[in-house]
Protein backbone atom coordinates (compact mmCIF):
# COMPACT_ATOMS: atom_id res chain seq x y z
CA UNK A 1 0.00 0.00 0.00
CA UNK A 2 2.82 2.21 0.81
CA UNK A 3 4.73 1.67 -2.03
CA UNK A 4 1.32 1.87 -4.29
CA UNK A 5 0.91 5.16 -2.58
CA UNK A 6 4.07 6.81 -3.37
CA UNK A 7 3.89 5.83 -7.25
CA UNK A 8 1.17 8.59 -7.03
CA UNK A 9 3.75 11.04 -6.23
CA UNK A 10 4.85 13.27 -8.93
CA UNK A 11 7.48 15.47 -8.05
CA UNK A 12 7.93 17.23 -11.30
CA UNK A 13 5.62 20.37 -9.69
CA UNK A 14 8.33 20.76 -7.03
CA UNK A 15 11.01 21.30 -10.33
CA UNK A 16 8.60 23.73 -11.93
CA UNK A 17 7.55 25.88 -9.20
CA UNK A 18 11.41 26.00 -7.67
CA UNK A 19 12.14 29.70 -8.18
CA UNK A 20 8.46 30.60 -6.30
CA UNK A 21 9.86 28.20 -3.46
CA UNK A 22 13.30 29.64 -3.23
CA UNK A 23 11.24 33.42 -2.84
CA UNK A 24 9.39 32.13 -0.27
CA UNK A 25 12.01 29.76 1.45
CA UNK A 26 14.05 33.30 1.93
CA UNK A 27 10.90 34.91 2.84
CA UNK A 28 10.33 32.62 5.41
CA UNK A 29 14.12 33.35 6.70
CA UNK A 30 13.87 36.87 6.66
CA UNK A 31 11.18 36.76 9.00
CA UNK A 32 12.25 34.40 11.43
CA UNK A 33 15.52 36.56 11.45
CA UNK A 34 13.81 39.63 12.05
CA UNK A 35 11.41 37.55 14.72
CA UNK A 36 14.28 36.45 16.62
CA UNK A 37 15.63 40.52 16.93
CA UNK A 38 11.87 41.29 18.36
CA UNK A 39 11.62 37.97 20.11
CA UNK A 40 15.34 38.89 22.19
CA UNK A 41 14.31 42.58 22.54
CA UNK A 42 11.01 41.75 24.12
CA UNK A 43 12.45 38.87 26.26
CA UNK A 44 15.02 41.37 28.09
CA UNK A 45 12.93 44.21 28.27
CA UNK A 46 10.32 42.16 29.95
CA UNK A 47 12.44 40.14 32.13
CA UNK A 48 14.21 42.84 33.26
CA UNK A 49 10.76 44.80 33.71
CA UNK A 50 9.25 41.16 35.76
CA UNK A 51 12.73 41.12 37.91
CA UNK A 52 12.81 45.19 38.87
CA UNK A 53 11.72 46.67 42.25
CA UNK A 54 8.86 48.51 40.40
CA UNK A 55 5.54 46.97 41.42
CA UNK A 56 3.68 48.80 37.86
CA UNK A 57 6.80 47.20 36.14
CA UNK A 58 6.55 43.82 37.02
CA UNK A 59 3.07 43.65 36.98
CA UNK A 60 2.52 45.15 33.39
CA UNK A 61 5.26 42.49 32.57
CA UNK A 62 3.92 40.00 34.10
CA UNK A 63 0.17 40.72 32.45
CA UNK A 64 1.54 40.71 28.86
CA UNK A 65 3.90 37.19 29.17
CA UNK A 66 0.72 35.60 30.80
CA UNK A 67 -1.65 36.85 28.58
CA UNK A 68 0.46 36.49 25.26
CA UNK A 69 1.91 33.05 26.26
CA UNK A 70 -1.86 31.73 26.88
CA UNK A 71 -3.55 32.48 23.90
CA UNK A 72 -2.71 31.32 20.10
CA UNK A 73 -0.10 32.76 18.36
CA UNK A 74 -2.51 32.34 15.51
CA UNK A 75 -5.39 34.24 16.83
CA UNK A 76 -2.65 37.33 17.32
CA UNK A 77 -1.56 36.87 13.90
CA UNK A 78 -5.50 37.13 12.66
CA UNK A 79 -5.68 40.46 15.34
CA UNK A 80 -2.95 41.89 13.92
CA UNK A 81 -4.21 42.11 10.45
CA UNK A 82 -7.90 41.85 10.75
CA UNK A 83 -8.91 43.78 14.08
CA UNK A 84 -6.38 46.45 14.39
CA UNK A 85 -7.51 48.04 10.97
CA UNK A 86 -11.37 48.46 12.59
CA UNK A 87 -8.69 50.57 14.94
CA UNK A 88 -7.12 52.16 12.05
CA UNK A 89 -3.89 50.60 12.29
CA UNK A 90 -3.22 48.81 8.92
CA UNK A 91 -0.16 46.88 8.13
CA UNK A 92 0.84 44.82 6.09
CA UNK A 93 0.67 40.99 5.90
CA UNK A 94 4.23 40.01 6.56
CA UNK A 95 4.50 43.16 9.10
CA UNK A 96 1.11 42.27 10.71
CA UNK A 97 2.26 38.53 11.25
CA UNK A 98 6.22 38.91 12.29
CA UNK A 99 5.10 41.22 15.17
CA UNK A 100 2.46 39.12 16.28
CA UNK A 101 5.32 36.04 16.07
CA UNK A 102 7.35 38.39 18.24
CA UNK A 103 4.91 39.36 21.13
CA UNK A 104 3.83 35.40 21.59
CA UNK A 105 7.44 34.43 21.28
CA UNK A 106 8.44 37.28 23.23
CA UNK A 107 6.06 36.26 25.87
CA UNK A 108 7.81 32.71 26.03
CA UNK A 109 11.18 34.45 26.05
CA UNK A 110 10.29 36.59 29.38
CA UNK A 111 9.84 33.41 31.08
CA UNK A 112 12.71 31.79 30.13
CA UNK A 113 15.14 34.98 30.96
CA UNK A 114 13.22 35.74 33.81
CA UNK A 115 13.68 32.06 35.47
CA UNK A 116 17.39 32.75 34.03
CA UNK A 117 17.62 36.03 36.02
CA UNK A 118 16.54 34.48 38.63
CA UNK A 119 19.04 31.59 39.04
CA UNK A 120 22.04 34.12 38.67
CA UNK A 121 23.79 33.93 42.37
CA UNK A 122 22.72 36.76 44.57
CA UNK A 123 26.35 37.45 45.34
CA UNK A 124 26.50 38.35 41.94
CA UNK A 125 24.02 40.98 42.16
CA UNK A 126 26.03 41.88 45.09
CA UNK A 127 29.03 41.81 44.00
CA UNK A 128 27.71 44.61 41.27
CA UNK A 129 26.44 46.76 43.72
CA UNK A 130 29.82 46.92 45.58
CA UNK A 131 31.41 47.83 42.99
CA UNK A 132 29.29 50.81 43.01
CA UNK A 133 27.57 50.00 39.35
CA UNK A 134 23.95 52.09 39.08
CA UNK A 135 21.32 49.49 38.30
CA UNK A 136 21.21 49.07 34.51
CA UNK A 137 24.66 49.02 34.28
CA UNK A 138 24.49 46.00 37.01
CA UNK A 139 21.97 44.29 34.36
CA UNK A 140 23.76 44.92 31.53
CA UNK A 141 27.32 43.50 32.82
CA UNK A 142 26.20 41.51 35.19
CA UNK A 143 23.33 40.03 35.77
CA UNK A 144 22.04 39.70 31.60
CA UNK A 145 25.61 37.89 30.70
CA UNK A 146 25.13 35.31 32.78
CA UNK A 147 21.14 34.82 33.13
CA UNK A 148 21.50 34.68 29.24
CA UNK A 149 23.80 31.94 29.14
CA UNK A 150 22.12 29.94 31.49
CA UNK A 151 18.89 30.49 29.26
CA UNK A 152 20.37 29.42 26.41
CA UNK A 153 18.75 26.40 25.93
CA UNK A 154 15.54 27.18 26.95
CA UNK A 155 16.07 30.07 24.21
CA UNK A 156 17.49 28.05 21.15
CA UNK A 157 13.90 25.64 22.07
CA UNK A 158 11.91 28.97 21.47
CA UNK A 159 14.04 29.96 18.27
CA UNK A 160 12.98 26.94 16.24
CA UNK A 161 9.27 27.14 17.68
CA UNK A 162 9.59 30.88 16.06
CA UNK A 163 10.91 29.17 12.69
CA UNK A 164 8.09 27.18 12.80
CA UNK A 165 5.64 29.39 13.85
CA UNK A 166 6.53 31.43 10.49
CA UNK A 167 4.29 28.79 8.65
CA UNK A 168 0.84 30.93 10.53
CA UNK A 169 1.53 33.87 8.65
CA UNK A 170 0.47 32.01 5.69
CA UNK A 171 -2.68 32.36 7.16
CA UNK A 172 -3.23 36.55 6.12
CA UNK A 173 -2.12 36.40 2.80
CA UNK A 174 1.69 36.24 3.52
CA UNK A 175 3.99 34.21 0.96
CA UNK A 176 6.08 32.59 2.95
CA UNK A 177 7.04 29.04 1.76
CA UNK A 178 3.66 28.20 3.43
CA UNK A 179 1.83 30.03 1.48
CA UNK A 180 3.52 29.90 -1.71
CA UNK A 181 2.48 25.98 -1.26
CA UNK A 182 -0.99 26.96 -0.84
CA UNK A 183 -1.15 29.37 -4.35
CA UNK A 184 0.45 26.67 -5.97
CA UNK A 185 -1.89 24.13 -4.70
CA UNK A 186 -4.87 25.87 -5.13
CA UNK A 187 -4.11 26.20 -9.12
CA UNK A 188 -2.65 23.33 -9.67
CA UNK A 189 -4.75 20.88 -7.05
CA UNK A 190 -2.15 18.91 -6.36
CA UNK A 191 -0.34 19.13 -2.60
CA UNK A 192 1.28 15.68 -1.27
CA UNK A 193 4.04 16.61 -2.76
CA UNK A 194 4.53 20.42 -2.65
CA UNK A 195 4.03 20.02 1.41
CA UNK A 196 6.56 17.14 1.61
CA UNK A 197 9.21 19.26 0.13
CA UNK A 198 7.63 22.14 2.26
CA UNK A 199 8.04 19.93 5.57
CA UNK A 200 11.73 18.84 4.35
CA UNK A 201 12.90 22.30 3.91
CA UNK A 202 11.66 23.25 7.34
CA UNK A 203 13.37 20.08 9.08
CA UNK A 204 16.47 20.99 7.31
CA UNK A 205 15.74 24.61 9.00
CA UNK A 206 15.55 23.13 11.83
CA UNK A 207 18.16 20.82 12.21
CA UNK A 208 20.77 23.64 10.66
CA UNK A 209 19.15 26.10 13.59
CA UNK A 210 19.96 23.28 16.63
CA UNK A 211 23.23 23.12 15.61
CA UNK A 212 23.75 26.62 15.20
CA UNK A 213 22.36 26.45 18.78
CA UNK A 214 24.43 23.65 20.20
CA UNK A 215 27.96 25.10 18.97
CA UNK A 216 26.93 28.67 20.43
CA UNK A 217 25.92 26.88 24.06
CA UNK A 218 29.21 24.79 23.97
CA UNK A 219 31.49 27.84 23.09
CA UNK A 220 29.93 29.92 25.93
CA UNK A 221 30.18 27.29 28.21
CA UNK A 222 33.96 27.72 28.72
CA UNK A 223 32.98 30.81 30.83
CA UNK A 224 31.42 28.63 33.17
CA UNK A 225 27.82 28.27 34.83
CA UNK B 1 -21.40 47.15 22.18
CA UNK B 2 -23.60 46.28 19.44
CA UNK B 3 -26.30 43.57 19.48
CA UNK B 4 -25.20 42.08 16.48
CA UNK B 5 -21.53 41.43 18.52
CA UNK B 6 -24.06 39.50 20.91
CA UNK B 7 -25.46 37.18 19.03
CA UNK B 8 -22.06 36.50 17.09
CA UNK B 9 -20.65 35.57 20.02
CA UNK B 10 -23.44 33.23 21.59
CA UNK B 11 -22.86 31.60 18.25
CA UNK B 12 -18.67 31.30 18.63
CA UNK B 13 -19.39 30.21 22.42
CA UNK B 14 -22.28 27.74 21.31
CA UNK B 15 -20.88 26.31 18.37
CA UNK B 16 -17.25 26.87 18.59
CA UNK B 17 -16.21 26.15 22.06
CA UNK B 18 -17.58 22.49 21.79
CA UNK B 19 -15.38 21.98 18.71
CA UNK B 20 -12.41 23.40 20.21
CA UNK B 21 -12.63 21.55 23.28
CA UNK B 22 -13.72 18.03 21.43
CA UNK B 23 -9.95 18.42 19.09
CA UNK B 24 -8.02 19.66 22.11
CA UNK B 25 -8.89 17.02 24.14
CA UNK B 26 -9.42 14.15 21.40
CA UNK B 27 -5.72 15.48 20.92
CA UNK B 28 -4.39 15.38 24.47
CA UNK B 29 -5.93 11.72 24.93
CA UNK B 30 -3.88 10.84 21.74
CA UNK B 31 -0.69 12.87 22.99
CA UNK B 32 -0.83 11.05 26.40
CA UNK B 33 -1.14 7.64 24.87
CA UNK B 34 1.55 7.78 22.30
CA UNK B 35 3.46 9.65 24.55
CA UNK B 36 3.79 6.89 26.84
CA UNK B 37 3.66 4.12 24.64
CA UNK B 38 6.48 5.54 22.94
CA UNK B 39 8.60 6.78 26.20
CA UNK B 40 8.78 3.42 27.35
CA UNK B 41 9.43 1.69 23.93
CA UNK B 42 12.37 4.08 24.67
CA UNK B 43 13.65 3.10 27.56
CA UNK B 44 13.61 -0.59 26.62
CA UNK B 45 17.14 0.62 25.04
CA UNK B 46 16.65 -1.45 21.51
CA UNK B 47 18.82 0.16 18.96
CA UNK B 48 16.40 -0.24 16.14
CA UNK B 49 13.08 0.43 18.09
CA UNK B 50 15.05 4.03 19.44
CA UNK B 51 16.16 4.79 15.87
CA UNK B 52 12.27 4.20 14.07
CA UNK B 53 10.94 6.39 17.70
CA UNK B 54 14.21 9.22 17.52
CA UNK B 55 12.86 9.42 13.65
CA UNK B 56 9.18 9.81 14.41
CA UNK B 57 9.86 11.97 17.09
CA UNK B 58 12.17 14.64 15.19
CA UNK B 59 10.43 14.40 12.37
CA UNK B 60 7.38 15.84 13.89
CA UNK B 61 8.87 18.02 15.91
CA UNK B 62 10.86 19.45 13.20
CA UNK B 63 8.00 20.77 10.66
CA UNK B 64 5.49 23.04 11.47
CA UNK B 65 2.26 22.01 12.70
CA UNK B 66 0.48 23.54 10.32
CA UNK B 67 2.39 21.83 7.36
CA UNK B 68 1.58 18.55 8.95
CA UNK B 69 -2.32 19.70 9.16
CA UNK B 70 -2.08 20.56 5.51
CA UNK B 71 -0.55 17.35 4.53
CA UNK B 72 -3.53 14.88 6.35
CA UNK B 73 -6.28 17.16 4.94
CA UNK B 74 -5.15 18.19 1.27
CA UNK B 75 -2.42 16.03 1.03
CA UNK B 76 -3.51 12.24 2.19
CA UNK B 77 -6.47 12.47 0.10
CA UNK B 78 -4.26 11.80 -3.32
CA UNK B 79 -2.64 8.95 -1.55
CA UNK B 80 -5.90 7.10 -1.07
CA UNK B 81 -6.63 8.21 2.28
CA UNK B 82 -9.55 10.47 3.21
CA UNK B 83 -10.22 11.81 6.34
CA UNK B 84 -12.94 14.78 7.24
CA UNK B 85 -12.24 18.01 8.84
CA UNK B 86 -12.14 17.35 12.68
CA UNK B 87 -10.46 14.20 12.39
CA UNK B 88 -7.73 15.45 10.29
CA UNK B 89 -7.03 17.86 12.79
CA UNK B 90 -7.07 15.81 15.48
CA UNK B 91 -4.75 13.33 13.81
CA UNK B 92 -2.47 15.42 12.95
CA UNK B 93 -2.53 17.63 16.59
CA UNK B 94 -2.40 13.98 18.20
CA UNK B 95 0.42 12.85 16.30
CA UNK B 96 2.30 16.24 16.95
CA UNK B 97 1.19 16.12 20.48
CA UNK B 98 2.48 12.70 20.71
CA UNK B 99 6.20 13.01 19.80
CA UNK B 100 6.53 15.84 22.34
CA UNK B 101 4.66 13.79 24.68
CA UNK B 102 7.69 11.12 24.23
CA UNK B 103 10.10 13.61 24.66
CA UNK B 104 9.02 14.46 28.39
CA UNK B 105 8.29 10.59 29.36
CA UNK B 106 11.38 9.46 27.90
CA UNK B 107 13.03 12.66 30.08
CA UNK B 108 10.78 12.01 33.37
CA UNK B 109 11.72 7.84 33.11
CA UNK B 110 15.67 8.69 32.40
CA UNK B 111 15.62 11.06 35.68
CA UNK B 112 14.73 8.12 37.83
CA UNK B 113 18.08 7.01 39.77
CA UNK B 114 18.91 3.78 37.99
CA UNK B 115 19.67 2.38 41.49
CA UNK B 116 15.73 2.07 41.56
CA UNK B 117 15.30 -0.22 38.64
CA UNK B 118 18.48 -1.79 39.86
CA UNK B 119 17.41 -2.25 43.60
CA UNK B 120 13.84 -3.80 41.60
CA UNK B 121 15.90 -6.36 39.65
CA UNK B 122 17.61 -7.11 43.02
CA UNK B 123 14.24 -7.63 44.46
CA UNK B 124 13.38 -10.48 41.60
CA UNK B 125 11.19 -8.01 39.31
CA UNK B 126 11.05 -8.18 35.87
CA UNK B 127 11.16 -5.95 33.75
CA UNK B 128 7.92 -4.90 33.18
CA UNK B 129 7.38 -5.17 36.39
CA UNK B 130 10.17 -3.15 37.54
CA UNK B 131 8.95 -0.18 34.99
CA UNK B 132 5.05 -0.24 35.81
CA UNK B 133 5.62 -0.67 39.82
CA UNK B 134 8.37 1.05 40.17
CA UNK B 135 9.96 3.66 37.64
CA UNK B 136 6.94 4.49 35.85
CA UNK B 137 4.75 5.88 39.69
CA UNK B 138 7.97 8.18 40.42
CA UNK B 139 8.15 9.39 37.01
CA UNK B 140 4.88 10.20 36.36
CA UNK B 141 4.91 12.90 39.04
CA UNK B 142 7.83 14.76 37.12
CA UNK B 143 5.75 14.23 34.10
CA UNK B 144 2.87 16.47 35.32
CA UNK B 145 3.90 19.80 35.15
CA UNK B 146 5.76 19.59 31.62
CA UNK B 147 2.65 17.58 30.31
CA UNK B 148 0.54 20.61 31.32
CA UNK B 149 2.37 22.64 29.70
CA UNK B 150 1.51 20.62 26.45
CA UNK B 151 -1.82 20.98 26.77
CA UNK B 152 -1.72 24.84 26.83
CA UNK B 153 -0.29 24.37 23.25
CA UNK B 154 -2.34 21.49 22.10
CA UNK B 155 -5.79 23.89 23.10
CA UNK B 156 -3.65 27.00 21.71
CA UNK B 157 -2.69 24.97 18.47
CA UNK B 158 -6.22 23.48 18.12
CA UNK B 159 -6.99 27.32 16.70
CA UNK B 160 -5.02 25.65 13.17
CA UNK B 161 -7.91 23.81 12.85
CA UNK B 162 -9.99 26.63 11.89
CA UNK B 163 -7.86 26.48 8.79
CA UNK B 164 -8.69 23.42 7.50
CA UNK B 165 -12.37 24.33 7.44
CA UNK B 166 -12.75 22.83 11.28
CA UNK B 167 -15.63 24.96 12.58
CA UNK B 168 -13.90 25.82 15.97
CA UNK B 169 -13.77 29.40 17.82
CA UNK B 170 -11.63 31.01 15.38
CA UNK B 171 -13.16 29.64 12.81
CA UNK B 172 -17.09 30.66 13.32
CA UNK B 173 -15.50 34.24 13.91
CA UNK B 174 -14.28 34.10 10.65
CA UNK B 175 -17.84 33.09 9.40
CA UNK B 176 -19.16 35.88 11.75
CA UNK B 177 -16.95 38.66 10.29
CA UNK B 178 -17.89 37.89 6.48
CA UNK B 179 -21.04 40.37 6.88
CA UNK B 180 -19.36 42.77 8.63
CA UNK B 181 -16.05 43.01 9.26
CA UNK B 182 -16.02 45.75 12.31
CA UNK B 183 -16.70 42.23 14.21
CA UNK B 184 -13.23 41.48 14.06
CA UNK B 185 -12.30 43.53 17.04
CA UNK B 186 -14.70 42.53 19.27
CA UNK B 187 -15.05 38.51 18.50
CA UNK B 188 -11.30 38.01 18.42
CA UNK B 189 -10.74 39.99 21.97
CA UNK B 190 -13.24 37.71 23.40
CA UNK B 191 -11.96 34.49 21.45
CA UNK B 192 -8.44 35.47 23.00
CA UNK B 193 -9.58 35.95 26.95
CA UNK B 194 -11.71 31.96 25.97
CA UNK B 195 -8.36 30.91 25.05
CA UNK B 196 -6.91 32.68 27.82
CA UNK B 197 -9.64 31.22 30.60
CA UNK B 198 -9.06 28.00 29.46
CA UNK B 199 -5.08 27.66 29.29
CA UNK B 200 -4.19 30.16 32.24
CA UNK B 201 -4.91 27.59 35.07
CA UNK B 202 -3.69 25.17 33.40
CA UNK B 203 -0.30 26.87 33.35
CA UNK B 204 -0.83 28.11 36.95
CA UNK B 205 -0.87 24.47 38.33
CA UNK B 206 1.74 23.71 36.37
CA UNK B 207 3.95 26.50 37.49
CA UNK B 208 2.79 25.41 41.45
CA UNK B 209 3.25 21.65 40.64
CA UNK B 210 7.17 22.32 39.25
CA UNK B 211 7.96 24.86 42.02
CA UNK B 212 6.85 22.09 44.69
CA UNK B 213 8.61 18.98 43.14
CA UNK B 214 11.60 20.96 42.86
Known sequence: ?225 | MSPAYFSALRDVIVHGLPVTVEVSFASMLIAVAGGLILGVVRALRNPALDAIVIAYVEVLRGIPLLVLMFFVFFGLPQLGFHFPEIPSAIIALGLWGAANATEIVRGAIFSIASGQSEAGSALGLGWLQVMTSIVLPQALRRMIPPFMSLFVAIVESSSLAALIGVRDLLEIVRIKVENDATLWLPLLISILFIYFLINYPISLLSQRLEKRLA
Not at chain 1, 85 to 104: D, M, N, Q, R, S
Not at chain 1, 138 to 166: C, D, E, H, W, Y
Open chain 1, 1 to 225: MPLLAAARLDFSIVRESLPELGSGALWTLEVTATGIVGMLLVGIVGAAMRTSNSAPARGFATAFAEFFRNTPPLVHIFFAYFALPVVGIKLPAFVAGTLALVFYQGAIAIEILRAGIEAVPKGQFEAASALGLSGFEQFRSIVMPQAFRISLPALGNNLISLLKNTSLISAIGAIEITGVANDIIAIRLTSAELYLTVGAFYLCSVFILSGILRSTEARLARYGT
